[in-house]
């Protein structure tokens, strides 16, 4: 008997991340099923470490797939090659699209064009679209016939807002059966070297490089000011993906800090009613993502799926914005009206002195707050959802295949 094929694209870091997890369920209720990936943007990193093959060429274009965020990165790609990859891939997805059953979209309209090109049914998981940013989702002209189309068999949203407004509009197929992203999230009792009753900070810098760099520097500018004016003991834990922690030799350099295995250490810390400089450490880890954050008490980041999982988790979190191409101002405050009140976006324009300042007193003020850190735990829930949404989307391909 012929085995069952199903091609997985998805047009974002966050969102190959979300097929990861489908997959991973899916090779618990189906794992005779034959799986391809297809990452429109970016390495496809997530998929190699889930070990799915892809099935195009791809690379990593200097915008990192956020060019809308600015006109001048979208030349940039284009210089980039981003015609030719964009053309290789969409072959490949008609190639390799006539042996499968069911393609599994999760992103936008790219991620939707693409599915609709193979000529087979197809699911998506609207990962980029919430009714929470404006109130009414507008998907556009476009992308709303991408859904009404036949070929379409099911569209999962990303929170239950948005799929009441999708519904109330008229697109009955959409549903909100939890949000993938908050999955694996659980404890691997990783050993974070934690200093019993000590509030904990989690950094989260992103996953993009360069720029994950250049968040890293900004966010240790920020744990000084933290570290100096703090009125509570605090400690930092940072988490990183793998390609970073090469590189801190360099970043600790950059930022005038010393670099210890994994250990990022500055000395000259004077504390408000203390004469002597003191310690503070950044301890590093690129394998330990869910135990941080799990762990933490407040979590200061400058990426986005990371933040919204924290959200989810009932953590509060405070965001600075970087200079881009992808964490920026219009970022993080389009990330503050999809995620709530859990997020706290300080300043308007890339972090500065002053900023890093505020940030610095808005960390000390919040994890002192019990109401609003209350308010944090019921705001995650509503804006995310539940763990196991990635087992019922499996749950659903299983059926249908």
């Known amino acids: 008997m012929k085995?069952?094929?199903?091609?997985?694209?998805?047009?974002?870091?966050?969102?190959?991340?979300?097929?990861?997890?489908?997959?991973?369920?899916?090779?618990a209720s189906a794992p005779n099923v034959d799986v391809s990936a297809m990452p429109i943007v970016g390495d496809g990193a997530a998929y190699r470490r889930s070990t799915l093959p892809i099935i195009a060429p791809t690379s990593q274009m200097p915008s990192g797939g956020v060019f809308y965020m600015n006109p001048l990165y979208l030349l940039k790609d284009l210089g980039a090659g981003l015609i030719a990859l964009t053309w290789q891939q969409l072959r490949a997805v008609w190639t390799h699209g006539q042996s499968c059953d069911l393609v599994v979209a999760t992103g936008d309209i790219v991620a939707a064009g693409f599915a609709y090109a193979t000529g087979h049914p197809y699911i998506i998981f609207l990962s980029a679209h919430s009714s929470y940013y404006e109130g009414r989702v507008d998907l556009g002209v476009i992308l709303w016939q991408l859904l009404c189309s036949q070929k379409c068999l099911a569209v999962f949203t990303r929170d239950a807002l948005t799929a009441a407004d999708l519904n109330l509009q008229g697109l009955k197929k959409a549903e909100f059966v939890n949000n993938p992203v908050m999955d694996y999230l659980n404890s691997t009792a990783k050993d974070l070297q934690l200093k019993p009753g000590v509030r904990t900070i989690a950094l989260l810098p992103g996953s993009r490089l360069p720029e994950?760099?250049?968040?890293?520097?900004?966010?240790?500018?920020?744990?000084?000011?933290?570290?100096?004016?703090?009125?509570?003991?605090?400690?930092?834990?940072?988490?990183?993906?793998?390609?970073?922690?090469?590189?801190?030799?360099?970043?600790?350099?950059?930022?005038?800090?010393?670099?210890?295995?994994?250990?990022?250490?500055?000395?000259?810390?004077?504390?408000?009613?203390?004469?002597?400089?003191?310690?503070?450490?950044?301890?590093?880890?690129?394998?330990?993502?869910?135990?941080?954050?799990?762990?933490?008490?407040?979590?200061?980041?400058?990426?986005?799926?990371a933040i919204e999982q924290a959200v989810g988790l009932g953590k509060p979190v405070i965001t600075i914005p970087g200079n881009g191409p992808s964490f920026t101002y219009r970022f993080a405050e389009a990330q503050n009206r999809l995620l709530g009140d859990s997020v706290q976006v300080i300043g308007t324009e890339s972090a500065n002195p002053e900023i890093i300042q505020q940030a610095a007193l808005a960390v000390d003020?919040?994890?002192?707050?019990?109401?609003?850190?209350?308010?944090?735990?019921?705001?995650?829930?509503?804006?995310?959802?539940?763990?196991?949404?990635?087992?019922?989307?499996?749950?659903?391909?299983?059926?249908?295949?």
């Not at 966050?14 to 899916?26: M, R, S, T």
């Not at 966010?219 to 000011?225: G, P, S």
């Not at 005038?256 to 503070?280: F, N």
Request: with cysteine; proline share 3%; hydrophobic share 40%.
């Open 3 to 27: 085995s069952k094929g199903i091609l997985f694209l998805s047009n974002g870091h966050g969102e190959d991340a979300i097929n990861c997890q489908i997959v991973h369920a899916l090779r």
């Open 212 to 305: 994950a760099n250049d968040n890293l520097v900004l966010l240790l500018q920020l744990v000084k000011e933290i570290a100096a004016n703090s009125t509570l003991p605090v400690q930092f834990r940072a988490a990183l993906v793998p390609s970073l922690m090469p590189q801190l030799d360099d970043i600790a350099a950059q930022a005038g800090w010393l670099h210890r295995e994994g250990k990022l250490i500055y000395q000259e810390i004077k504390q408000p009613g203390s004469a002597t400089a003191a310690t503070v450490e950044v301890i590093c880890y690129s394998d330990a993502f869910a135990d941080i954050l799990q762990q933490s008490n407040l979590v200061i980041g400058m990426t986005g799926t």
């Open 365 to 401: 003020r919040t994890l002192q707050d019990k109401d609003y850190l209350e308010t944090c735990v019921k705001n995650g829930l509503e804006r995310m959802g539940k763990a196991g949404g990635s087992i019922t989307i499996a749950n659903y391909i299983t059926n249908y295949l």
